[in-house]
């Protein structure tokens, strides 16, 4: 993926040694922005193999209003599990904050109304959801890195979404963090009878952990490859009954897995 490349190639050359809440340290720059025209291509990167396995299931779980690892880990998906307390519960993290905001002991949920208003009300410019709840932030195991998104449908029935993330880990994170939002896209496209069209992320504090850097130099020797599609082969009755095994990544090639620690 070349605007990926492009990107870690500017923090590389431009970005400022920083001191960091892990300890860890990283190299950084301040307010980018890529977009990725989805209506021709699946944004998985191809430099390193990434997990769409985890990124598939992570997102339904944030569907599912769940906060505690036990669904993941039964699927064998265990990116959280550092996170969470001896019960496996990590505080009302993103999928609380999607399906059951918390406002004056009433719940809320976000995903049901941007799909109400897409459908009816598609020139709205509040088809928001939010993650960064500030009443609820002390709460979680970890703020909410991803903390913003919204909606767009174009006249000729096409559907984009933008993302604001406060906090980008760009080696780990950052591939998982794309193909996430892309895939949302595509099923809430599907949802409201529209074809996906652009993914736009934007990102705040963009960084490289230091313990990253060889990584980086490595994914940097590597040409990228062609893009693969997503099909979706089954479309459920609503957003909240996908199942993993109705999505089909057509011809991903990838360079081989690089394995790396996340930061904490």
Known sequence: MKKYIKLIKEIMKNGEKRKDRTGIGTTSIFGKQIKFKIDK????ITTKKCNIK????????????????????????????????????????????????????KEIDQIKNIIEQIKNNRYSRRIIVSSWNVSDIDKMSLPPCHILFQFYITNDNKLSCQLYQRSCDVFIGLPFNIASYSLLTYMIAQQCNLKPKEFIWTGGDIHIYNDHIQHIKTILKRKPLKLPKLKIIKKPKNIFQYKYKYFKIKNYKYYPYIKANVAK
Do not use: C, H, M
């Open 54 to 105: 985890s990124i598939i299931y992570e997102l339904l779980w944030f569907l599912k209003g769940d906060t505690n690892i036990k669904y993941l880990k039964k699927n064998n998906v265990n990116i959280w599990n550092k996170w969470a307390n001896s019960k496996g519960d990590l505080g009302p993290i993103y999928g609380k904050q999607w399906r059951k905001w918390n406002s004056n002991n």
């Open 41 to 44: 291509y699946f944004p998985l």
